[in-house]
C-alpha cells in the first residue's frame, strides 16, 4: 500500500481536526466499559508523555455508535480536536455469546473440526503457531479432559480390583474429579479460550454468509465513513479495528471506497486504516471468504490508503507480523496490475514502554497483551494508541520513517502458508 500522493504540502501539514471510527473486537461489553478505559488510559500515558489529554462525555450518537470529544495540546501548545466515534456491534456479540457448558462445548468441537477438515487450521500453523494454539487449544483442551476423566475411571476400577475394596477408588475419583475439574477452569481463565471459540464460531458463519444482521451493520457503518468522508473541515479520518473488529474495519474500509467510487466523490489521502492485533486470517482462510477476499484485494488497490497493522508477537491471540491482505497473491508469481501492496506492518515494540518486570507480567496476561494496543505504557516509547488518535500528526506522517517488517517467519511452522 503506497503512501498518499498528496502534495508536500499537505501531507506536512497538522493534524487539527480528526474523525476516529472505532471496531472493538468479538466483546459483549459497549461503549461505556471502552469510553472508561480510554478515559483510564489516557491519563496514565498523558502523564507519562507529558501532553494534556482531555477525554469528553459519552453520547449517543444513533442506534449503532457513541461518540466522545478528545481535545490534544502538546508541550508546545499545538492543539488537536478529535471526534472519537464507537461503532457499535456488541448487541450483536451478545446475541450470538451462547450460555451453558453443553453449549459451549458442541460448539467449539464442531467448529475446530469444521477448520481441521477444511484445512484452515493447518494453514494457520503455517503462517503463526501461537494463533494456531489459541485457535486449536479449546477442542484440545475438551478432547484431552475427555480422556482424562476416561484414564481417571479406568485408573479407580484397577485400583478397586487389585485393592479388593472400594474405598481406595472412591478416594481416587474424590480427589481427582476436582483437581481435573479446576485445572481445566484455571486453564480456561488463564487463555480465555471460551471467548477465543465464540469468536472463532462466528467468524467461520460470516465466511459462509451466515451472519446476515451483521453485514447489514457493516453497511451501515460503510455508510457512516462515506458520510464522514465527505466532510472537508477535517484534516485525518482514521478508521481503527482492534481484533475480530480489524476485520470488520477492512469490510468498512473497503465498502466505502466502492461507495466514493460509485457516488464520485474524490478518493481522499485523509482516510487512514490502523488495524491492531488483527486475527484476520481465521476469516480470509475459510475457503468460502471470497467476499472477504475480494475486499483485501480492494484496499491493496486504492492508492490514497494509508494502513498501518501494528501486531505484537508475544500476543498470542494475533497473527503477529503477517501481511493481512497477502492471501490476496496465493498462486500468483508476481504482483497484479493495479496491486499496489497489502498493509505497513509494525511491531508496537511493547518492551520498549514497560521495566522488565512488568514486561513479564504483561506478556505472561494474554488476555492483557491482547489488550495492551488501546492502553498506557510505564515509559514513553515506539507506540502510543493515544498520540495516534488524538495528537497532532496523521497516522502516515507519524510511522512515516519506521520500517515496514517484512519476510518475519519466527512464528511459521512447516513452511510458507501460501497455497
Request: glycine share 8%; charged share 20%.
Amino acid at each position: 500500500m503506497s503512501t498518499p500522493s498528496s502534495s508536500d504540502a499537505e501531507a506536512n501539514r497538522p493534524v487539527r481536526r480528526r474523525h476516529v471510527l472505532y471496531l472493538g473486537g468479538f466483546d459483549p461489553q459497549g461503549p461505556a466499559h471502552y469510553h472508561a478505559m480510554y478515559q483510564r488510559e489516557a491519563a496514565k500515558q498523558a502523564a507519562v508523555s507529558g501532553y494534556t489529554l482531555t477525554v469528553g462525555p459519552r453520547l449517543r450518537a444513533g442506534a449503532h455508535a457513541a461518540t466522545w470529544a478528545l481535545s490534544w495540546q502538546d508541550p508546545g501548545g499545538e492543539v488537536c480536536e478529535t471526534d472519537y466515534e464507537f461503532l457499535r456491534w456488541d448487541d450483536f456479540v451478545r446475541q450470538h455469546w451462547p450460555k451453558g457448558q453443553a453449549k459451549l462445548i458442541g460448539m467449539t468441537l464442531r467448529t475446530t473440526w469444521r477448520m481441521l477438515a477444511n484445512g484452515s487450521l493447518w494453514r494457520m500453523l503455517q503462517t503463526s503457531w501461537p494463533a494456531f494454539l489459541a485457535i486449536s487449544a479449546p477442542g484440545l483442551m475438551i478432547v484431552g479432559v475427555t480422556l482424562a476423566l476416561l484414564l481417571l475411571f479406568l485408573a479407580a476400577v484397577g485400583l478397586e480390583a487389585a485393592t479388593a475394596s472400594l474405598w481406595p477408588a472412591v478416594a481416587l475419583l474424590v480427589f481427582g474429579l476436582p483437581s481435573l475439574f479446576f485445572a481445566a477452569r484455571w486453564l480456561q481463565a488463564r487463555t480465555q479460550m471460551a471467548w477465543l471459540m465464540r469468536s472463532a464460531t462466528v467468524i467461520l458463519q460470516q465466511a459462509c454468509g451466515q451472519t446476515p444482521d451483521l453485514e447489514a451493520r457493516l453497511d451501515e457503518f460503510a455508510s457512516r465513513l462515506h458520510q464522514v468522508l465527505s466532510r472537508p473541515d477535517l484534516d485525518e479520518v482514521l478508521v481503527v479495528g482492534h481484533s475480530s473488529g480489524a476485520m470488520l474495519a477492512v469490510s468498512v474500509v473497503a465498502r466505502a471506497l466502492r461507495m466514493a467510487e460509485a457516488t464520485g466523490l474524490p478518493s481522499s489521502s485523509r482516510l487512514s486504516l490502523l488495524t491492531l492485533g488483527q486475527c484476520m486470517p481465521v476469516l480470509s482462510y475459510q475457503p468460502e471468504a471470497t467476499a472477504f477476499r475480494a475486499e483485501l484485494n480492494t484496499l491493496r488497490r486504492a492508492p490514497e490508503l494509508f494502513w498501518l497493522d501494528v501486531t505484537a508477537p508475544p500476543d498470542g491471540c494475533c497473527f503477529a507480523l503477517h501481511d493481512p491482505s497477502g492471501i490476496c497473491l496465493d498462486g500468483l508469481s508476481t504482483a497484479p496490475e493495479g496491486d499496489l501492496g497489502g498493509a505497513k506492518c509494525v511491531s508496537p515494540r511493547f518492551a520498549q514502554l514497560f521495566s522488565a518486570a512488568t514486561y513479564r507480567e504483561v506478556k505472561r496476561d494474554k488476555y492483557r497483551c491482547h489488550f495492551q494496543y488501546l492502553m498506557a505504557g510505564e515509559r514513553v516509547g515506539f507506540y502510543d494508541f493515544f498520540a495516534i488518535t488524538a495528537g497532532g500528526s496523521a497516522l502516515d506522517r507519524r510511522f512515516e520513517a519506521a520500517p515496514a517488517v517484512q519476510g518475519f517467519r519466527d512464528l511459521q511452522r512447516f513452511g510458507s502458508p501460501a497455497r
